[in-house]
């Protein structure tokens, strides 16, 4: 019986290598794996629906399963997985010397709906008591506006 052909598509990481370097397959399946940056998977399945596997932003998945206009189905596997308090950054000068001194302040964010912008948000209010609608929420690109 000849072989499914399936396109996975996502991040090189240490715990994905193994299906992208051939060691580990799928049973029955040719595989065609395509590495490549979470924004260009993300974008390229959420756009074109291009892959048969694909890692994908949690919180854009939840939002399109929630409108039942996902064209994927979810399978709760997290290959990036990290503490997103590392992902907080602040300014020395301006007073902030515990997380409840960002109360009216501003924060910066590439997308307001990205999933490390969502756990930050939950981290924020679960362990500081600090809610979304407590600080300014901002979003645009790092080198140019978003």
């Known amino acids: 019986m000849a072989k499914l052909t399936v396109s996975i598509a996502g991040v090189d ?10 060691t580990v397959g799928i049973e029955g399946c040719e595989t065609i794996c395509c590495a490549m940056s979470p924004e260009e998977a993300f974008h390229r399945a959420f756009r074109y629906q291009e892959f048969d596997i694909t890692e994908l932003s949690l919180s854009n998945t939840m939002a399109l399963i929630a409108r039942r206009a996902s064209p994927y189905v979810a399978v709760p596997v997290f290959p990036s997985r990290l503490f997103r308090h590392s ?22 964010v590439p997308e307001y709906a990205m999933t490390a912008a ?27 506006p978003g």
């Open 13 to 22: 990481y240490d715990r994905t290598r193994a299906i992208f370097d051939g």
């Open 87 to 108: 992902s907080i950054y602040i300014r020395t000068d301006r007073g902030i010397d515990r997380p409840q001194d960002l109360r009216g302040r501003v924060i910066g």
């Open 118 to 144: 969502v756990w930050i948000r939950g981290i924020l209010q679960d362990q500081y008591g600090i809610r979304a609608a407590d600080v300014k929420w901002r979003s645009g690109g790092l080198e140019e």
